[in-house]
């Protein structure tokens, strides 16, 4: 991509909120919900060991670096 990659990092209240203009209120709700779920349960999340579910479904996770790469993006 050759650019900088900034991750800016919003409470889900928040993000809701910047959600309602593009998909409106209740889906705003329920989009931030995952992301309460995920704040809520990080500990939990975290620590599962998903090494069985990778084999199941025959993935392997690439880091965020890996991931930016193989996008083919858009730049205006």
Same mark, same amino acid.
């Given at each position: 991509?050759?650019? %900088?990659?900034?991750?800016?990092? +919003?409470?889900?209240?928040? #993000?809701? &909120?910047?959600?309602?203009?593009?998909?409106? @209120?209740? *889906?705003?709700?329920?989009?931030?919900?995952?992301?309460?779920?995920? %704040?809520?349960?990080?500990?939990? +999340?975290?620590?599962?060991? #998903?090494? &069985?579910?990778?084999?199941?479904?025959?993935? @392997?996770? *690439?880091?965020?670096?890996?991931?930016?790469?193989?996008?083919?993006?858009?730049?205006?």
């Amino acid at each position: 991509m050759d650019k %900088e990659v900034n991750f800016i990092s +919003l409470k889900p209240d928040d #993000f809701e &909120k910047q959600l309602i203009s593009a998909f409106g @209120k209740l *889906s705003a709700k329920e989009i931030s919900n995952l992301y309460r779920y995920v %704040e809520r349960e990080n500990e939990n +999340l975290v620590s599962k060991p #998903f090494s &069985k579910t990778q084999e199941l479904l025959n993935v @392997k996770p *690439s880091t965020v670096q890996e991931w930016v790469k193989s996008v083919t993006w858009s730049v205006s």
